[in-house]
């Protein structure tokens, strides 16, 4: 049992040091050399786990997949309503970001060429289809306008987070994030969002943005 413990604690050490130099340096530019460097492992220990970097790479995904459903399924079981759902998964996720190296290198390597295998989907396929489904039921809750097009919305949503992620990894830390998603949040509901209703989510975009501060 120990033996198995600590074999797990070599693994998830070998991962979130591989997740870092991932994020900070791309997935190219790092080296299994640098990885166990970077873990301080052996490269036997290494090797035991991973035969290659693109298992590296997989593990990264796999576990920000896991990471990201048990969310969906947190927000999903509370009863909000599908706007309020889908704010509080994005901005879920930027917390996820800001407190571990792992979902932010999972997103650096879903936008480079690093092949996702199956049964795992792409993560921006998974955001998407998330994304159809409550803006799709935020049309029908009157929540948003109801001659929006939800997959151009839905698209527009995603490529506006993960824009924000890219930009921001050179210009500002990480901290920064959960401020964008606020931003992005501030903008989308001007435009999407009924002005009746529009207090209610303006003022849950910038609470949500506060909890993430003071976590």
């Known amino acids: 049992m120990a033996r198995q413990l600590r074999a797990e604690q070599t693994r998830a050490t070998i991962i979130t040091a591989a997740a870092d130099l991932f994020d900070r340096h791309g997935y190219e530019s790092t080296s299994l050399s640098?990885?166990?460097?970077?873990?301080?492992?052996?490269?036997?220990?290494?090797?035991?786990?991973?035969?290659?970097k693109e298992d590296l790479a997989h593990a990264i995904l796999e576990l920000n997949a896991r990471a990201a459903q048990k969310l969906v399924v947190e927000v999903e079981g509370r009863g909000y309503s599908s706007l309020e759902a889908l704010m509080?998964?994005?901005f879920g996720i930027a917390r996820l970001a800001v407190e571990d190296p792992v979902p932010r290198a999972a997103l650096r390597l879903a936008t480079a060429d690093v092949a996702v295998r199956p049964p795992l989907r792409h993560p921006f396929t998974e955001w998407l289809e998330f994304a159809n489904r409550k803006f799709s039921a935020a049309v029908?809750?009157?929540?948003?306008?109801?001659d929006l097009d939800v997959g151009i919305v839905a698209h527009s949503l995603v490529s506006f987070y993960v824009g924000t992620r890219v930009a921001g990894r050179s210009l500002e830390p990480v901290g920064r994030l959960p401020r964008r998603v606020a931003e992005m949040w501030h903008l989308l509901i001007r435009g999407l969002v009924p002005v009746h209703r529009r207090p209610r989510y303006v003022t849950l975009a910038t609470q949500l943005e506060r909890e993430i501060r003071i976590a």
């Open 88 to 90: 509080r998964t994005t």
């Open 34 to 52: 640098d990885i166990v460097a970077h873990a301080k492992v052996t490269k036997g220990a290494l090797y035991f786990h991973f035969a290659a």
């Open 140 to 146: 029908r809750e009157a929540d948003v306008h109801g």
